[in-house]
């Protein structure tokens, strides 16, 4: 062959491969009326699962059931607090490890929608923001342009995105679409150099060719500020409304692309206090035809809520505050622990009769350990174990500083100082707030003088002050716990703990020493038996003290099971030093707390330990007990409440009510 000819053939070769390998690459693209992948029609139905609600044990399984149901696609978002849970110290371990998260679903056969935030709601502390941003100025704007913010913001994009660039759809991943911002239009920022600053950060670092959208309520003024050129607008709601109205609504921002409802609801959130919310599966299904035959795609927000771990939950600002359960169940198709429910199967019929599903039986509820009750045994109280909780000692201050300026995230500070002067029988203790941030005590506090409880101070209840004797020279404690960051709306500059002044009468007091609680360091305490000497020391004040209590018990079969806190009054629980996060059994609805299997080892020295606040049922050995059940109990009754009628039906979407958002 002639060296030329040769060379020709070389060089057409080449060209031809890439031309070949060019129209083989993966894409992934909006087109008219329709996503398209790789050149053809593409729609999804996709469901929601947050990683960091599962134990990472559970990842495949999660995605091997919404396989099951027929879904090709999984939503999630990023949570920022906790992969930079203090400033430049990145996590992206086990929970965290969304690299892995992503590749699994892949194997799925699932594409990933990306939700990066950076502000996400989900029902998560600070709707996902780090609570540090507000120790470097507490007025921050959030969510804007405001330079205090939005230099942490871009540090944080140019860390995340880079490291999730190959994962993208055209490089070969499953990353299909990425969210800008969330649901921006129900703020009332508007602030369309932030929504850019975003964009402008995705595509520089995940490439240009990544799809773009927004999602908002459907409603004109939402997705009016909402929307950003570039991105595909979309809308989000739930089961039981009208898809073509809500749709037609979106048409006025998305004139010709895709459909899609990004946060379709097939339940509701839960509050602390409020009656667990229900979703009835027939209205999932009719809702999700309607969508189907408008030829929609569509997100199920969530398909398995999972669980607000530690401290992970976040709280709503109706007309109260409002925690949110430490269960994320939200009435789910797969519930908290993973199993299918009659909504799973009759979304999973559904589906099958759109497109074929995947070959093998469906899925069914999984085995649950019943490894019943566990004798606990007082392990001090709170003020034993200041030392073990607090080993550096108190932080001191003239007047009390808030947990962002304590650099304590979550849980719990105890303020202590020790009164000077002589009050009143009784004197007035109140906490006031500042300009901006009322009230000042955020958000329980449970009042000891001389380590005696003697109230309870708490911001749901817009209880700030309450009456005592206190004499000169006793110590006054203050106990915070920060129920949760805002998640929503404008009250997002949360600060926690007390900001403000504490008086009594008229006299502001000073000289306050801070013990920021390392619960953490719980596991590592030694729990005494109940001897006769403690026995007397708690009855002494009926059980009502802020104290620990441990037990061991034995596991035969390692299964996920429930922790049943009955008789319990507000505490946290720990399995092996896990942190399975809050439970509230009086206030309701929510009795049970979830434990994954991987918390448990195989063995007769599993540990379970309590850190009750209030009271304990610890009168007598036999009260003094948990249990680990089968079956979980999320949807006992709740107390009564003044004009509660009229607060649960506003609790019922309140922080997605038009008048709210002003
Ligand atoms: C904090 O943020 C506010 C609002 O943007 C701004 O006015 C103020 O100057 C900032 N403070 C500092 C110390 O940067
Ligand atoms: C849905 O798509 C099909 C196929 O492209 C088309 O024939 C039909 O008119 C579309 N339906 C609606 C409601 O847009
Ligand atoms: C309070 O304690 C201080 C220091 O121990 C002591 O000097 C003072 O007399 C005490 N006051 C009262 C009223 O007991
Ligand atoms: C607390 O009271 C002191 C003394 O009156 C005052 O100097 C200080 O500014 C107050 N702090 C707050 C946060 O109001
Ligand atoms: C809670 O749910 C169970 C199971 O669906 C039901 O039997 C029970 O009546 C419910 N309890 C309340 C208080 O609604």
Excluded at 23 to 36: H, N, Q, R, Y
Excluded at 194 to 214: A, E, F, H, R
Excluded at 329 to 342: H, I, K, M, V, W
Excluded at 530 to 551: H, T, W
Aim: glycine letters at 8%; charged letters at 20%.
């Amino acid at each position: 062959m002639h060296l030329g000819v040769g060379l020709l053939v070389l060089i057409t070769t080449l060209l031809l491969t890439d031309a070949a390998a060019k129209s083989d690459a993966p894409s992934f693209v909006v087109g008219k009326g329709t996503f398209l992948r790789d050149g053809k029609p593409f729609r999804y139905i996709s469901g929601t699962s947050h990683y960091w609600r599962h134990h990472h044990s559970d990842w495949e399984d999660n995605f091997n059931k919404m396989r099951a149901a027929g879904l090709n696609a999984v939503s999630t978002y990023i949570s920022w607090n906790l992969h930079e849970p203090e400033p430049e110290q990145y996590n992206f371990e086990g929970n965290l490890d969304i690299r892995r998260y992503f590749r699994l679903a892949q194997k799925y056969g699932l594409v990933v929608i990306l939700r990066p935030g950076p502000f996400i709601d989900a029902e998560v502390d600070m709707g996902g923001l780090p609570y540090w941003l507000l120790r470097m100025n507490m007025t921050m704007k959030l969510r804007s342009s405001d330079p205090s913010y939005t230099q942490y913001v871009s540090r944080w994009y140019n860390k995340v995105l880079p490291y999730l660039k190959d994962l993208t759809y055209a490089n070969g991943g499953p990353i299909i679409t990425v969210q800008i911002e969330n649901e921006y239009g129900s703020y009332p920022a508007c602030d369309k150099v932030y929504q850019n600053l975003l964009k402008s950060l995705v595509l520089q670092n995940m490439g240009p060719d990544i799809v773009l959208y927004t999602t908002d309520g459907c409603l004109d003024y939402m997705m009016q500020c909402g929307k950003v050129d570039g991105a595909l607008t979309t809308c989000d709601f739930g089961a039981g409304e009208n898809a073509a109205g809500n749709f037609q609504t979106l048409r006025k921002f998305n004139v010709d692309g895709p459909l899609v409802n990004s946060e379709f609801y097939p339940g509701w959130i839960d509050h602390w206090g409020y009656t667990w919310n229900t979703v009835a599966y027939q209205d999932v299904v009719r809702t999700m035809a309607d969508m189907w035959a408008l030829n929609a795609s569509f997100n199920i927000y969530p398909i398995r809520g999972g669980t607000n771990f530690g401290f992970v939950a976040g709280a709503n600002l109706g007309n109260d505050f409002q925690p949110v359960t430490t269960t994320y169940d939200f009435d789910a198709p797969l519930t908290e622990a993973g199993d299918p429910t009659e909504k799973y199967y009759a979304i999973r019929n559904l589906i099958g009769t759109y497109w074929p599903l995947p070959p093998g039986p469906a899925p069914v509820p999984s085995a649950k350990g019943a490894y019943g009750k566990v004798q606990l045994s007082y392990a001090g109280s709170l003020f034993d174990n200041l030392k073990a909780l607090r080993p550096e000692g108190p932080i001191r201050s003239a007047y009390p500083l808030s947990f962002e300026v304590l650099e304590h995230p979550y849980g719990f500070v105890l303020y202590r100082t020790v009164v000077q002067g002589r009050f009143r029988d009784p004197a007035k203790l109140s906490i006031a707030g500042i300009p901006g941030f009322t009230p000042g005590l955020r958000d329980r506090g449970i009042v000891f003088v001389d380590q005696k409880p003697v109230g309870i101070l708490s911001r749901t209840e817009q209880i700030s002050d309450m009456s005592l004797f206190i004499a000169p020279n006793q110590t006054l404690d203050i106990l915070v716990h920060n129920e949760g960051r805002i998640c929503y709306g404008t009250g997002i500059n949360d600060l926690k703990g007390i900001v403000g002044n504490v008086t009594l009468d008229t006299v502001v007091l000073s000289d306050w020493a801070m013990y920021p609680l390392e619960l953490p360091n719980f596991p590592d305490m030694n729990p005494a038996p109940l001897d006769f000497d403690l026995r007397e020391k708690i009855s002494d004040i009926q059980n009502r003290i802020s104290g620990f209590y441990s037990g061991q018990f034995s596991v035969n079969q390692v299964l996920d099971t429930f922790l049943q806190v009955s008789g319990w009054q507000n505490g946290y629980a720990f399995i092996n030093g896990n942190n399975l996060g809050r439970y509230w059994p009086v206030q309701g609805p929510q009795q049970t707390l979830f434990v994954p299997a991987a918390y448990l080892h195989e063995g007769t020295d599993n540990v379970v330990e309590l850190f009750e606040l209030e009271a304990a049922p610890c009168s007598l050995d036999w009260t003094c007990v948990v249990e680990f059940v089968q079956v979980p109990v999320l949807n006992a009754t709740v107390p009564i409440y003044p004009g509660a009628n009229e607060f649960r039906k506003r609790a019922k979407q309140p922080w997605r009510a038009k008048s709210k958002q002003g």
